[in-house]
Structure formats: structure tokens, C-alpha cells
């Protein structure tokens, strides 16, 4: 299946037990400097990667200060990831 | 457990890339210095392609069924997923039943290619005209994709086991021989166990 490019305003694109896709969850958030975004995906293990920008992570009890180096795209350096247990 | 992000950056685009699992594992950073790369296929066989691996086969005691890589063409135009492969069906030693999610981009990002999503070796399958920012869901069947000539690709790979992490792709008879000709490839495959 094809999801064409879309503004999903920060919901997910494939949901928890997605039909076709079932084992796996995607979203896309975008932010601007200073927005905070929380996630937390009952029955799903996440990790969190920066496509581009720098992000500070919070997740039990553990902070990391600079998620993230790329800026304009993806083909501009290393990604960086970030583990998230079920929520 | 949730997680927060802060945005530290005038502005950043960040995937959160998921797969079902119920066990409470300990969070952990991966730094850029920790991504596994790997580089296979050849710009003769059309097929040149890098990988770096964020969620790879070295975190199998840390992560329960998530797999997570970048994918990037190497060069401009060409194929990637090739050849082609499948992996719908737990029947080990052969195959893993993992579900598949990909986000692309092109560079320049007007760039587009195409999702191949053959169901049945030997028949038809669907084609899908993808551009920078299509998500492509991989419930079943082989998925080859390739990009038009003078552009760059990349895709954003989530990939989540049914029954383990360890994934075992099944290759098309019809072009498996290509395996042992097309450079890298069983490299390729074992950075997935």
C-alpha cells in the first residue's frame, strides 16, 4: 500500500494494529524550536531518529541533551537514534 | 513509558518508527559514531546501495522485535531491493515473518521512482509512483524499488519480527541466481540476523 505525501500534523501514519502492517507503528512529528512533543505507544517498542534538526529526550529518568546533527535532509551526516519502551 | 523531545533546533522532522512488543526493555541512546554501515550491489548491476543500521542485529539483547536502517542509493538512479525478496511468512530456516514500513526522499527532492509489490512469483504484480515523503506499507510479497536517473534516494526502513528479531528474507527463485552476482549481497543479509 501507498500513503502519498501528506501533512499528518503529528498523528501517526501507521497506526497501532494497522491492518495490512500490524507489527510495525511510523510516525512523522515536526517541530519548531522550543515545541515539546510526547509519545507513548501501548504494545509497541519505539525508537526515535531525528530525520533532520536537534532534539533533548526524556524517558525514564534518562535525559540526552542533542538527538540529532542533520540539517536539510537526511544525506547530511550520521542519524542518531533513541529507545522508547511500551507505553 | 513515554518519552518526551524538545526541539533544540530552529526546526526538526523526526520519525518515531515502531514495532509490537510487550516486554519493558531499558531505553538507550544510538550514537552517530555506533551506526553500522554497510555497503553492497555495484553501479554496473544498477544496484548500488549503502545502509546504516540505527536498530541492528548487535542490539538483539536490548531491543525485543524492532529493526531500524537507513537505506541511500549510491550514485544516481538504479535499483534497490534486488533482488528481490520476501518476508511474510514465519517458516524458518527459510523465511521470518516481519512487517515492513518505508518513508522516502529524493535528492533533489522533485525527484520520484517506484515500488514494485509482486505478490505471486511469475505474476503481475502492483507498481506504486512514489515521491518525497510517500510511505509504503509491506504486508506481503516482493518489494524491489528503484529511482529515476539523476536522482538520489533514500527510505526510512522500520521493520518488526512476529516471532523474533533476526530476519530471514526469502529470495525469488525466479532471481535468486542473482544472488552470487550482484556484489555484497549476503553481506547485506547478515547485518539483518
Known amino acids: 500500500m501507498h500513503i502519498a505525501p501528506h501533512d499528518n500534523q503529528n498523528r501517526p501514519i501507521v497506526d497501532v494494529d494497522h491492518p495490512l502492517v500490524p507489527l510495525t507503528y511510523f510516525n512523522i512529528v515536526k517541530l519548531t524550536k522550543g515545541q515539546v512533543f510526547d509519545t507513548a505507544v501501548p504494545g509497541y517498542e519505539t525508537c526515535i531518529v531525528p530525520a533532520t534538526?536537534?532534539?533533548?529526550?526524556?524517558?525514564?529518568?534518562q535525559t540526552h541533551?542533542?538527538?540529532?546533527?542533520?540539517?536539510?535532509?537526511?544525506?547530511?551526516?550520521?542519524?542518531?537514534?533513541f529507545t522508547c519502551p511500551p507505553g | 513509558m513515554k518519552a518526551r523531545m524538545t526541539c533544540l533546533s530552529d526546526q526538526a522532522e523526526i520519525f518515531i518508527a515502531g514495532a509490537k512488543y510487550d516486554a519493558v526493555l531499558e531505553p538507550f541512546a544510538v550514537r552517530a559514531d555506533e551506526i553500522d554501515r554497510v555497503q553492497y550491489g555495484s553501479d554496473d548491476t544498477k544496484t548500488h546501495r549503502k545502509i546504516k543500521h540505527i536498530l541492528g542485529t548487535k542490539y538483539h539483547?536490548?531491543?525485543?522485535?524492532?529493526?531500524?536502517?537507513?537505506?541511500?542509493?549510491?550514485?544516481?538512479?538504479?535499483?534497490?531491493?534486488?533482488?528481490?525478496h520476501k518476508h511474510d511468512t514465519d517458516r524458518l530456516p527459510e523465511e521470518t515473518r516481519h512487517d515492513e514500513t518505508y518513508n522516502f526522499r529524493f535528492k533533489p527532492n522533485h525527484?520520484?521512482?517506484?515500488?514494485?509489490?509482486?505478490?505471486?512469483?511469475?505474476?503481475?504484480?502492483?507498481?506504486?509512483?512514489?515521491?518525497d515523503g510517500s510511505t509504503v506499507l509491506i504486508d506481503k510479497g516482493y518489494h524491489p524499488c528503484c529511482v529515476l536517473p539523476g536522482y538520489q534516494m533514500y527510505y526510512f526502513t522500520i521493520l518488526g519480527g512476529q516471532s523474533q528479531r533476526s530476519l530471514k528474507q526469502y529470495f525469488q527463485p525466479t532471481h535468486a541466481d542473482q544472488v552470487k552476482t550482484i556484489p555484497g549481497i549476503l553481506d547485506m543479509v547478515a547485518k539483518f540476523k
Open chain 1, 53 to 61: 534538526g536537534t532534539l533533548k529526550i526524556e524517558v525514564g529518568g
Open chain 1, 65 to 81: 541533551n542533542d538527538l540529532g546533527q542533520r540539517r536539510g535532509d537526511v544525506w547530511g551526516g550520521n542519524p542518531k537514534g
Open chain 2, 61 to 84: 539483547d536490548r531491543v525485543g522485535r524492532l529493526l531500524v536502517s537507513e537505506l541511500f542509493t549510491v550514485g544516481t538512479g538504479g535499483w534497490s531491493g534486488f533482488p528481490s
Open chain 2, 111 to 131: 525527484g520520484s521512482g517506484l515500488q514494485m509489490l509482486q505478490r505471486v512469483d511469475n505474476q503481475p504484480g502492483d507498481a506504486y509512483h512514489i515521491m
